[in-house]
């Protein structure tokens, strides 16, 4: 099962609740976190490496790396469950989406939220995702950015192959033409990078729900110097 999980949680409850949230997906209750264990062994683990699940697989993101930005800056729980719950049924290729659902969906995400990231090996060393680069094309200015792609958690939304998931991917990004929720197109330039990292919720893009986003990398909490890292970071990815 390769949850596209990198750090980056989104949609808190609030945000679900005023109906910004994940389409026909829903809220994710509070599941039984043995079973959900349980099935992310026999499940996810040959694809997904989980300190705590005793899994080493190669073949999607490293959970503890994904996920211990989020848990180093004390994301709710239920925001990082709604995550994994959101990116189950929500997946991209090449992971299948709805590879469980109802009550096993809640317990695999209410498992995976409880201990991923949260174990010392996931703060000894940079997070790890199998098939995605972190590094920046040109060093210096897009290096600082790749590095703040993963500890900020961009990677949980965001490829850098081209493989769509909870948010675009930055993959072609820069300078491609985007259309957003409320019919305008853009060109995805620096300023309209920019703001959409200053104020996540300003410019939506059309086929993605409002409130994801801003639920984790909240309006401001983005200095405009690691801002333009990212950007840096993200003209790379061509």
Do not use: W
Not at 48 to 71: C, E, K, V, Y
Not at 127 to 148: D, E, F, M, S
Request: proline share 4%; with cysteine; aromatic share 6%.
């Amino acid at each position: 099962m390769r949850l596209l999980a990198a750090g980056l949680l989104l949609l808190g409850v609030a945000a679900l609740s005023a109906s910004c949230g994940v389409g026909q997906t829903g809220i994710a209750a509070s599941g039984d976190v043995s079973q959900g264990k349980q099935l992310f062994v026999s499940r996810c683990g040959t694809c997904h490496r989980l300190a705590d699940a005793g899994t080493n697989g190669t073949i999607g993101p490293d959970l503890d790396g994904a996920f211990a930005g989020a848990q180093a800056q004390q994301f709710r729980l239920s925001t990082i469950r709604q995550v994994v719950y959101d990116q189950i049924y929500h997946a991209a290729d090449p992971m299948p989406r709805k590879l469980v659902t109802g009550a096993d969906a809640e317990a695999v995400a209410s498992y995976v939220a409880s201990v991923a990231g949260t174990g010392a090996a996931s703060h000894g060393a940079p997070p790890t995702v199998t098939g995605q680069t972190p590094g920046g094309g040109g060093g210096g200015l897009a290096a600082t950015g790749g590095k703040l792609y993963e500890s900020l958690g961009c990677s949980a939304c965001h490829s850098l192959t081209g493989a769509k998931g909870t948010g675009p991917t930055f993959k072609g990004l820069y300078g491609s033409k985007v259309q957003l929720s409320n019919g305008q197109t853009v060109t995805a330039d620096a300023g309209y990078l920019l703001q959409s990292i200053l104020d996540p919720d300003k410019l939506i893009v059309k086929g993605y729900p409002k409130g994801i986003m801003s639920a984790t990398i909240r309006p401001g909490s983005v200095s405009a110097a690691k801002a333009k890292a990212l950007i840096a970071f993200i003209k790379s990815k061509k």
